[in-house]
Each structure stands twice: as C-alpha cells, then as structure tokens.
C-alpha cells in the first residue's frame, strides 16, 4: 500500500542489518548512516500519510505506527553493533 515509500525504508533497512553483523568499522560506520537515513524517511512518512489535508483528516491505522517503531528499532541496533572490530593494517 505504501509503495516506494516501502521499498526505500526496506532497502535501509536491510543495509543496516547486514552492515551490522560485519566486523568491519567502515561498514559499522554504513549501517549507522543508513540507520539514521531510516529513521529520517520513517518520520517523514508518518507525518506524510498522517497528516490532515484538504479538510480530509486520514484514519491512521497500525501499520503506520509499525513502521516508525520498527525505524527506531533499527537505529537502536545500529548504535549496538556486534562486539569487536578487525584492525585494518596501516
């Protein structure tokens, strides 16, 4: 229902999650990045699709609500990456 607004928060989404995991900083540094960008569009869209326009004031149901958790819920585990870091030879 929500489109490319979707596919956009998915696709951060699924970046951050997989640069999570790496132990790797400059990928650590990605999935903080893309978590931020997440959480940035993810409010965006909430005041979007909730806000009144026209004298038509939307029904905001669950999934928008949904949506802005699971957000921040993704930055969260952006600040809290796996443990230790590889040292990269300088």
């Known amino acids: 229902m929500y489109g490319k607004p979707a596919k ?3 696709t951060f ?3 951050t999650t997989v ?3 790496i132990p790797v900083l400059w990928l650590k540094r990605t999935a ?3 978590g931020g960008l997440n959480v940035a569009y993810a409010i ?3 005041l979007l699709f909730g806000s009144c326009y ?3 004031c ?3 149901q669950s999934g928008l609500y949904i949506m ?3 957000s921040f819920v993704i930055f969260i585990m952006a600040f809290l990456p796996d443990g230790k870091v590889k040292e990269q030879a300088q």
């Open 32 to 34: 903080f990045l893309a």
């Open 58 to 60: 939307p029904e905001k």
């Open 8 to 10: 956009l928060l998915l």
């Open 44 to 46: 965006k869209n909430f």
């Open 54 to 56: 026209r004298g038509y």
């Open 13 to 15: 989404g699924g970046i």
């Open 19 to 21: 640069c999570s995991f």
């Open 68 to 70: 802005l958790f699971a």
